[in-house]
């Protein structure tokens, strides 16, 4: 549920790119959540992941300067928690050998 509403907050904005990205993430995790798991937690991690999204108008998103700031703070919440419920589903199936998963604070 909280994959499908960042998908839903993303193409609001006009970020389809990594709105299609989560949704084929999702789709791989129905169909093996080893593997699902494996791929949504390499597109939250490291330089041009996920977390580096920044919804602004000069990248062509339909968001107004004045409301940037809040809208980039509401996704990020919303990216932890899909990203937490990944790495939380992770412990509870097998990722894919050799994956090192580094625990994160988001409180």
Same mark, same amino acid.
């Given at each position: ?6 998908? !839903? ?6 970020? @389809? ?12 995790? !129905?169909?093996?959540? !080893? ?8 597109? @939250? ?46 412990? @509870? ?15």
């Amino acid at each position: 549920m909280r994959g499908r509403e960042l998908i !839903r907050y993303l193409r609001r904005y006009g970020e @389809f790119t990594w709105a299609e990205w989560l949704e084929d993430g999702l789709e791989a995790l !129905r169909r093996d959540s !080893r593997t699902g798991v494996t791929a949504l937690l390499e597109g @939250f991690e490291g330089i041009g992941g996920m977390t580096d999204v920044y919804l602004c108008p000069e990248a062509g998103h339909r968001v107004s300067a004045s409301e940037e700031a809040t809208v980039n703070t509401k996704m990020l919440i919303m990216a932890s928690r899909v990203y937490q419920a990944a790495r939380d589903l992770g412990d @509870f199936v097998e990722v894919a050998p050799n994956r090192k998963i580094h625990k994160i604070d988001l409180s």
